[in-house]
Each structure stands twice: as C-alpha cells, then as structure tokens.
T-cell receptor, first 114, second 113 residues
C-alpha cells in the first residue's frame, strides 16, 4: 500500500542530544514537509522540500535540520539547539508543491525530552 | 497577515445531531480551502477542499462545507454525527501566490452518547 511511514512512533531524548526522525514515502511525491504540532496551536511548518536535493526553511526552522538526498526520504534532525523540542511531529507529502495539492500525512512521532 | 481562525476550541454534540464547525480566513488572494480531520495520536486526513466553482462542496464521511466569500468563511457541516466522528478538525488555506498551507488551531469534536 502507498503511504507515508514515520518512525519511531515514540521517541525519548535526553537534553543535549540530537535525534533524527525518519519519514519515508512511496507515493512518488515531489514535495515533502515537516510540521510540529503543539496543543491548541495547529500545525507549524518546520521545513519543506519541493524536490530532491532541495529544501527550504519554514516558520520555525531554528534548532532543526533536514536533508533530501532521495525522493522517498526526508529525515528531520532535532538538534540540541532546539530549546523546547517536546511535541508531536508530522511528516507530509504532496504530488507537487502547488496551492491546490492535497497533503498526505504520516502517523506522527511523539518526541519527549527527559 | 494571512491567518485562519477556528473560533471554537472544542464542541460537544449529541450523537445523531447536526454539526457545524466554523472557519474564517484572512487572505488577500483567492483562497484554496481545505478541511482535514485528525484522530487521536494519528496523522491528518483530507475531508474536502474548495478551489473554485460550486461553493458547496461534498467530502468524505458525509461532510460538506460551504464557501462564503462575503463572510470569508468555509464552515464544515454534517447532518447527523456518529460517535466515530469524534476527532480534531483543522481548516487550512493556501493561495496561488503562497503555496504554503496556513492552519487553524483546530476544533476538537466531542460526541455525547
């Protein structure tokens, strides 16, 4: 079945550590996105990629990094510079980066700093 | 600034009752409008979208939404809710000049038996 797979579902990080969240899609979509979700705040865009080997900062990119070396994969690294990383992280993809395209979402990764 | 407002943080309705979730947007350009649904601890799924044409759009799971340009609104409706509709609902907007989706804060729907 086609879809987006995020792993792990739950992730615990010690303060000062970098962690990488995985996102893989087999939909052959060009565009991919990372969102952060906090209660009562909706979704906020961290990074997006319109095409392989290209990515752009979103509204809250500080403390995060990404790569897009393969079309299918868009991993997100939460660095120690991110001061408040505990949140629910959602990866999404769309066929192309246009206003009228539907975004397909993964099941999310819940990151907790301990 | 572009923004999306969902005035209701949560709404409680009885099973079988009708539902309307409100969404207002502030956008300079012609908007592209979306409603997504999120079950607890899950990703989001598209319910319906509006780009142009008939202002009443039908979506999945028996939902519909009406675009009212004069009121800058895109309210989601369902004639009769089921317990399985309990979830969080998000309105989102983009435009031809800004492809990034702008999201509302969400409305949590609670169903009373």
């Amino acid at each position: 079945d086609g879809g987006i797979t995020q792993s792990p579902k739950y992730l615990f990080r010690k303060e000062g550590q970098n962690v990488t969240l995985s996102c893989e899609q087999n939909l052959n979509h060009d565009a991919m996105y990372w969102y952060r979700q906090d209660p009562g705040q909706g979704l906020r865009l961290i990074y997006y990629s319109q095409i392989v080997n290209d990515f752009q900062k979103g509204d809250i990119a500080e403390g995060y990094s990404v790569s897009r070396e393969k079309k299918e994969s868009f991993p997100l690294t939460v660095t120690s510079a991110q001061k408040n990383p505990t949140a629910f992280y959602l990866c999404a993809s769309s066929l192309y980066f246009e206003a009228d395209t539907e975004a397909f979402f993964g099941q999310g990764t819940r990151l907790t700093v301990v | 600034a572009q923004s999306v407002t969902q005035p209701d943080i949560h709404i409680t309705v009885s099973e079988g009752a009708s539902l309307e979730l409100r969404c207002n947007y502030s956008y300079g350009a012609t908007p592209y409008l979306f409603w997504y649904v999120q079950s607890p601890g899950q990703g989001l799924q598209l319910l319906l979208k509006y780009f142009s044409g008939d202002t009443l759009v039908q979506g999945i799971k028996g939902f519909e939404a009406e675009f009212k340009r004069s009121q800058s609104s895109f309210n989601l409706r369902k004639p009769s809710v089921h317990w399985s509709d309990a979830a969080e609902y998000f309105c989102a907007v983009s435009s031809g000049s800004n492809y990034q989706l702008i999201w509302g804060a969400g409305t949590k729907l609670i169903i009373k038996p």
